[in-house]
């Protein structure tokens, strides 16, 4: 952890606007480095003690004293010394009135008393770099602001506070407990002394290669937490798959049209039900057209139902056979390889009903939905369904993996372990499968920072807001 690099970046001082840019009635101004308590005496006055003379996490107010000798603005003052604070090294949080002019001005103070302007994700890379938490702890800050659900937080929360970190850290201490167990091997490999049972070495890899699998199970969980239930409200030209996802998201998000073919590309947002957000997609109609742009947004509307989780099938049920609906059905299984996904049929256009439909029964049976999409009635029970379809098949797990290089780290991790086993099963001498255990080692180093490099440290902390 203490390379060079590493101690060279994190030897000047930083500030940096952490509250939303614009007028506010508060702003939150950050300085972090060895002199910020320094840079913080000359620009502050404070009532009572100095600044130098206070204690860590005291909170005092001062007046802020421009180059002109005179006061800026009266503001509200955090005090954190190393190592106790978020980036381990001394900090200061100055509330001030949220006036652009005012920001402006004390960033420029603060410039001028020897900070630099902090780059994006700095204060977290420093309080990585300073031992604080550890790579993907740092990560989960990143998701847990960036959060747009109960769901989101909580699986965010959680990582931030090291369940993640401790599975990672427990199986890289089991492999390089596997890893020892063949080194002393090696050293009695001329003696005539089998020194370990190869089945110790099996039941190890085995719980490994389960625990590895285990996690790598849990991402599509974690995805669909982290961005948002995927679901797609397919059906034929004018069934009012349109007039719903407005009825669903309260706006008028998606044209309205009685002209078939008016959508011809898939519509996206976002809505929260239970704490559960969910990503509806408004496809094209479905049906035999000769519009190539059309055709092209049919085709789209194909590869949406597969990408999502929840399909909403939505028909007119003034116009539709039972033995159409069933047709339809079957067509899009055809088209999905994933037969679990969950279909909720909806019958829309109720309120155009003159009298009961002769497939009525059956389409109870099949736990249709009946609604009038124009008239937004039986909306609610939609978001019912959708909310009993997540939590059906998305059954909460100990740990759960939403980051997309922690999958692929752990993939690399399994494929290593793997061949591992695989070289067992055939004899292969345990010399040459150290190159497999150090890549495998390698993998779960990189999750939690154990191995790093300047360029994946950018590529995560730049994806980070100023100020954080």
Known sequence: MNNPKKTALINDNICALSTAPGQAAIALIRISGKDAINIGKQILQANGKAIEERKSHSCFHAEIIDQEGKVLDDVLVSLFRNPKSYTGEDMLEIGCHGSPYIQQKLMELLIDKGCRTARAGEFTQRAFMNGKFDLSQAEAVNDLINSNSKASHDLALDQMRGGFSDKINNLRQQMIDFASLIELELDFSEEDVEFADRHKFDALLKEIHKEISYLLSSFRLGNVMKHGVPVAIVGKPNVGKSTLLNALLNEEKAIVSDIPGTTRDAIEDTIIIDDVAFRFIDTAGLRDSDDTIESIGIERTYEKIRQ?????????????????????????????????????????????????????????????????????????????????????????????????????????????????????????????????????????????????????????????????
């Open 308 to 468: 999502a989780s929840i399909v909403l099938y939505l028909f007119d049920v003034s116009k539709t056979s039972y033995e159409e609906i069933q047709e339809v059905l079957e067509d899009f299984r055809d088209h999905i390889e994933d037969q679990s996904k969950d279909f909720i049929i909806i019958a829309n256009k109720t309120d155009r009903l003159s009298e009961t439909p002769k497939a009525f029964g059956d389409l109870v049976d099949m736990e249709t939905i009946f609604i009038s999409a124009k008239r937004k009635q039986n909306i609610s029970l939609i978001c019912e369904s959708l909310v009993n379809a997540y939590r059906n098949k998305h059954k909460p797990t100990d740990v759960i993996i939403s980051n997309s290089r922690h999958y692929e780290a752990l993939s690399r991790s399994l494929e290593s372990v793997e061949n591992i086993m695989s070289a067992f099963e055939q004899q292969i001498p345990t010399d040459l499968i150290a190159i497999d255990i150090r890549e495998a080692l390698h993998q779960l180093g990189s999750i939690t920072g154990e191995i790093t490099t300047d360029d994946l440290l950018g590529n995560i902390f730049g994806r980070f807001c100023i100020g954080k």
